[in-house]
């Protein structure tokens, strides 16, 4: 044990010291790629006038998304309701979307859990 942690030590000593060495060049070189982005003058009043117009931008779509939830919605109604005229390729499309939302579940699940099949640890 004691090997061990002496072992995870030194690996995290030496990512470290990797860091500390070519970090300052990987901040330069990513800022540098992305530069298109940046907004000048970066200062905190900029991020806070951004982190506004993200929150308001948002807010106003909403509408725009309600009416796209409900036409979607409508859609599935109609699909619902006229389900003798559904060919077997939709069924299954369908069918293959529910199980992959079972499974993305089923996944969240195990996840959650801690990575145990059986359970909770207790």
């Known amino acids: ?3 061990k942690l002496h072992q995870l030590q030194s690996k ?3 990512a470290s010291q990797f860091v500390a060495k070519h ?3 990987y901040y330069r070189q990513l800022l540098e790629q992305n530069k298109q982005y940046i907004q000048e003058p970066p200062t905190v009043e900029k991020c806070n006038l951004l982190s506004k117009q993200l929150f308001y931008t948002r807010l106003a779509s909403i509408p725009g998304r309600t009416e796209s939830f409900w036409k979607e919605l409508d859609y599935a109604k109609n699909l619902w ?3 003798k005229d559904l060919k077997v390729e939709d069924a299954g499309i369908a069918a293959l979307f529910g199980l ?3 499974a993305w ?3 969240g699940e195990i996840v959650g859990r801690g990575f145990t099949f059986t359970g909770y640890y207790v």
């Open 1 to 3: 044990m004691a090997s």
């Open 12 to 14: 995290a000593c030496q």
């Open 23 to 25: 970090g300052s060049s």
């Open 81 to 83: 309701k006229n389900r």
């Open 100 to 102: 992959e939302c079972f």
């Open 105 to 107: 579940f089923c996944a």
